[in-house]
């Protein structure tokens, strides 16, 4: 395990200083990760897991009535379909001969989910789902009892590209670790704990109770905006934890599009709601109704940081884009976005199979922090018990939250898990005492393959096929 003289992080030791210390990124990857790993992937649980998702079975009728989200249930399908033609084209040779129609039935229905998303049509989803359910039924019951795929990933990549994390990025894997540990140095020179409390949905006393106890088992920045309508409970707990206000980052949004042209007025409310007199990070919600209330509102944010009002620049919910369009007039650029960041969507709430966001924040140095990392939206697929995170959290002994959320950090973005929960709370803290290695990166980074690939294309582009999908049935 562990000595005072060294820490063990994954497949090698790195001396207590070297922890510390303030290394490349690039490093630090090529200490912790290590040779080949071989791998039990559930791909065909996972298939019926999907598939017998009720947001996906009340969409067997085809759209409209109880099916609420067709694209997304079609999606799943997707997921499912892919997971299925894997376990079914990792099987020995003699029993895939021994079963040639079962499989052509689901290049089938692969081919059928395929045609839905060239030609979305209630037409395509009927002969798609209806196709799909009937092989699915019939396979149920070996899917179920099916023994997991055994697989090697090489540790050439971790399979996503690997965003900016800052100047410099502390993060450590050892026992002794506490959150406000983890920094990121963000382009302007500011540092920013890596790990946030997020308090979206939470309201009243609850929020209060949830802060407070966020503060004072270590969290060091927490995460607000206009439209949670929390910040005046978020700043009583911070005045209640009686922290010195240097040794916390407080982040809030200008949420309301509306509001995009008289900036400077929101921003003092909020500031009298938070009891401070100045914010750490300040970012647009959104891209706003149109570039010029854009433009005018981060005109105002930037006198707002000339005058040390404001330490750090941001936005959230802005693509590759927006982001172009922002820094055309950005005198002061954006150190931070936030963006949704789960292993289906790996940041932006759609996935563009061409570009990827990450590539291009790198390139801008600006560091990613994910949001609603455990949470299905936009989709239905809920991450926390698909089978492939249920597998790698047995194998790691960690819950299926610290596992996706260390995921996001070993990538190079923050995290802002929420929680009115004190046990979940404490749970989502503990994130620094442990790592991933190579294999075990590369393995959920592909998972978006799964969701996003069809038989006649590997997707997005920009990630590698860590499952061979394109060499699949």
């Known amino acids: 395990m562990t000595s005072f003289g060294s820490v063990r992080v994954s497949t090698c030791f790195l001396p207590v200083s070297m922890v510390w210390r303030v290394l490349p990124w690039a490093a630090v990857l090529n200490c912790i990760y290590g040779d080949s790993e071989d791998f039990d992937v559930p791909f065909a649980q996972a298939a019926i897991f999907t598939a017998e998702l009720p947001d996906v079975r009340s969409c067997d009728g085809g759209p409209g009535g109880s099916c609420k989200n067709p694209f997304a249930a079609m999606t799943a399908w997707r997921y499912a379909s892919n997971n299925l033609r ?206 010029e209330s854009t433009r005018t509102a981060w005109q105002a944010m930037e006198q707002l940081y000339r005058e040390g009002r404001i330490r750090a620049l941001g936005v959230s919910n802005f693509g590759r884009d927006e982001l172009e369009n922002l820094l055309k007039f950005a005198v002061v650029p954006p150190v931070y976005v936030q963006n949704k960041f789960s292993i289906y969507t790996p940041g932006e709430q759609r996935v563009n199979h061409d570009v990827s966001i990450m590539s291009y924040l790198k390139e801008k140095n600006i560091v990613m922090m994910g949001y609603s990392v455990i949470n299905p939206w936009p989709g239905i697929i809920p991450p926390l018990q698909d089978p492939h995170v249920t597998a790698m959290a047995a194998r790691k002994q960690r819950t299926p939250s610290q596992v996706l959320h260390r995921w996001v950090l070993q990538l190079g973005a923050g995290v802002i898990p929420k929680s009115s929960s004190e046990g979940r709370i404490e749970e989502n803290a503990r994130l620094f005492d442990f790592s991933l290695s190579d294999g075990e990166m590369r393995l959920l980074s592909g998972i978006v393959t799964l969701v996003e690939s069809t038989v006649s294309s590997t997707a997005p582009k920009w990630i590698d096929d860590s499952f061979h999908l394109g060499a699949g049935a």
């Open 86 to 291: 894997l376990a079914v084209d990792h099987l020995p040779e003699s029993e895939k001969l021994m079963h040639k129609s079962t499989i052509a039935l689901i290049a089938q229905i692969c081919a059928e989910i395929e045609s839905f998303f060239k030609e979305p049509t209630a037409e395509t989803m009927g002969v798609a789902v209806g196709n799909s359910r009937q092989i699915f039924d019939a396979l149920k019951d070996w899917m179920l009892h099916s023994a997991a795929t055994r697989m090697q990933l090489d540790s050439q990549t971790v399979g996503l590209p690997f965003l900016y994390g800052g100047s410099s990025l502390r993060l450590p894997a050892h026992p002794y670790a506490q959150p406000a540990d983890a920094e990121v140095r963000l382009a302007n020179g500011v540092e920013m704990p890596v790990l946030g409390f997020g308090t979206w949905q939470l309201l009243g006393q609850q929020c209060f109770q949830a802060t407070l106890h966020a503060l004072k088992i270590g969290y060091r920045h927490v995460d607000t905006a206009q439209a949670y309508g929390n910040e005046a409970e978020v700043g009583r707990a911070v005045a209640a934890a009686g922290l010195p206000r240097h040794q916390l980052f407080l982040v809030s949004k200008l949420s309301n599009p509306e509001e995009y042209t008289n900036l400077m007025a929101r921003f003092e409310a909020q500031l009298r709601e938070l009891r401070t007199d100045y914010l750490d990070l300040y970012m647009l919600h959104s891209p706003g109704p149109s570039l």
